[in-house]
């Protein structure tokens, strides 16, 4: 498999269209990072959950997710399941956002996902991050709407066992869910792990991104 390798990685910018979704997509994923990256500046946006014990529990596990960065989240109010109808007030807190951000990387929904806020988000995510890496993250749901990643993040088996322990910890509120449990979360990542030649793994889809072989 082949390695692209992040070099002086300062600044990422993590995007939910709810509470919970950054975590499910990219939990593994920050947990690297901020172990890799010391004082890691993580910018994160969700659009929904905003004054609610959903933006509690996010709060509480983005800290968790990304021991010793710089976490600097906000949470709106816009209504879950009523994306299409804010687009506006969504496309205003992006540019918002990224005037006060220049991140090396950006997690965020992808395009293929069925529920219309995540894929709502991601498609806006292109039209304010023009030059930036950004790579789409997957969410297991009863839609059925797993598709075939382009890129991945191994992670160890402490580290797949740590990301379900603190999803489980900081998201009560979502535990009555039917695929919100470890098997599922454990499963997808084993597949995606058996993709990339690892154990575990977080997968993700790329739009586009521009190599440097030239050392």
Not at 185 to 200: D, S, V, W
């Amino acid at each position: 498999m082949i390695r692209l390798l992040a070099d002086g990685l300062t600044s990422v910018v993590a995007l939910g269209a709810h509470c919970d979704d950054i975590a499910i997509g990219a939990g593994g994923t920050l947990l690297t990072l901020a172990s890799a990256w010391p004082g890691l500046r993580v910018d994160a946006l969700v659009l929904s959950g905003g004054g609610t014990e959903r933006e509690d529990e996010e709060r509480a596990a983005l800290e968790a997710f990304c021991p010793g960065a710089d976490v600097r989240l906000t949470v709106l109010k816009l209504p879950d399941g009523r994306f299409p109808a804010h687009w506006d007030e969504a496309k205003c807190a992006l540019e918002d956002l990224r005037g006060r951000a220049d991140p090396e990387l950006v997690l965020a929904p992808r395009t293929g996902d069925a529920h219309q806020d995540h894929r709502g988000l991601a498609r806006l995510v292109p039209t304010v991050f023009r030059d930036h890496l950004a790579l789409g993250y997957e969410i297991v749901k009863s839609d059925g709407d797993l598709g075939t990643p382009s890129a991945y993040q191994p992670l160890s088996r402490g580290l797949a066992e740590e990301k379900v322990r603190l999803l489980q910890q900081h998201y009560p509120s979502q535990r009555h869910r039917p695929w919100y449990d470890r098997e599922a979360f454990l499963g997808l990542a084993r597949i995606r792990g058996i993709e990339c030649g690892q154990h575990y793994a977080e997968g993700f889809y790329a739009h586009k991104f521009t190599l440097a072989l030239e050392g």
